[in-house]
């Protein structure tokens, strides 16, 4: 049997219901979760890609097991059958952290006169979670979408708040775009930085896996 880590990934964005055909959502494209599972396969690593809904289509490669979410809850039971059985997550999704209280499935919301308010509640925080139910051989990878000005400091207090291994910090204005302008910041404190600085997020995947594999084998 093969010593490579199991690597799970989680990607795209979320959709909150509100009725049986509107929901809430955000501009995720889940294309670089896709790129890290299509990188975690090419490094001889077992992956599983847990990818929300989203239009760019999902890897071809057949060694790669992709399951589809919709909302938060049901990544939520992704996560949780899913991540005994693996060494390392890079969680790349963009969930949602609000969503509707109450949800009509089976009707649409009909236009009235007069203002309509939509009742919010928070969503767990499922990587936060996954900290108390993780073993200690296995590494956690969060994501920290943040205005450039605030982006290191709101990282690391991210990383410390979930008790993460490491967290990519990436600036706001690169969520739905080709090019990515990322940091790693590990919970040792250092940051590390790609070369160049800017690059495709294939060639960030490419980096971010080889970096999530060292630093899962000195943990
Ligand atoms: N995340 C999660 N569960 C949530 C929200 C976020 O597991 N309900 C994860 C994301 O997948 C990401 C990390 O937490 O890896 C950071 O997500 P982000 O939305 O940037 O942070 P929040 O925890 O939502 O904090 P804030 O709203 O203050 O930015």
């Known amino acids: 049997m093969s010593d490579a880590p199991r690597v799970l990934i989680s990607a795209g964005p979320t959709y909150e219901p509100i009725d049986a055909v509107r ?10 979760g896709s790129a890290l599972a299509t990188a975690a396969v090419a490094a001889g690593c077992q992956s599983t890609l847990l990818l929300g ?8 490669d057949s060694s790669i097991s ?22 390392l997550l890079l969680m790349a999704a963009a969930v949602a ?13 009909r ?4 203002r309509l308010s939509l009742e919010l509640e ?8 996954l900290a108390a139910r993780s073993r200690p051989d296995q590494t956690r990878i969060g994501w920290a979408l943040e205005p450039r000005d605030r982006l290191v400091e709101s990282a690391r207090a991210k990383l410390e708040r979930k008790q993460l291994d490491a967290i990519v910090a990436n600036p706001l204005e690169t969520l739905d775009s080709d090019e990515i302008e990322p940091m790693l910041v590990l919970a040792d404190g250092s940051m590390h930085t790609p070369a160049p600085k800017r690059l495709a997020k294939s060639d960030f995947a490419a980096w971010l896996l080889v970096k999530s594999l060292e630093l899962h084998r000195k943990a």
């Not at 992709?66 to 060494?87: G, I, K, M, V």
């Not at 952290?97 to 919301?109: A, G, N, S």
């Open 23 to 32: 929901y809430l959502g955000n501009r995720s494209s889940g294309r670089l």
């Open 53 to 60: 809904p989203t239009s760019y289509p999902a890897p071809k």
């Open 66 to 87: 992709t399951q589809r979410f919709q909302s938060c809850a049901d990544l939520q039971s992704l996560l949780e059958e899913h991540w005994p059985n693996h060494d």
């Open 97 to 109: 952290d609000y969503r509707p209280c109450t949800v009509r499935t089976d009707e649409k919301l």
């Open 111 to 114: 236009r009235a006169a007069g």
């Open 122 to 129: 928070a969503t767990p925080d499922l990587l936060a979670e």
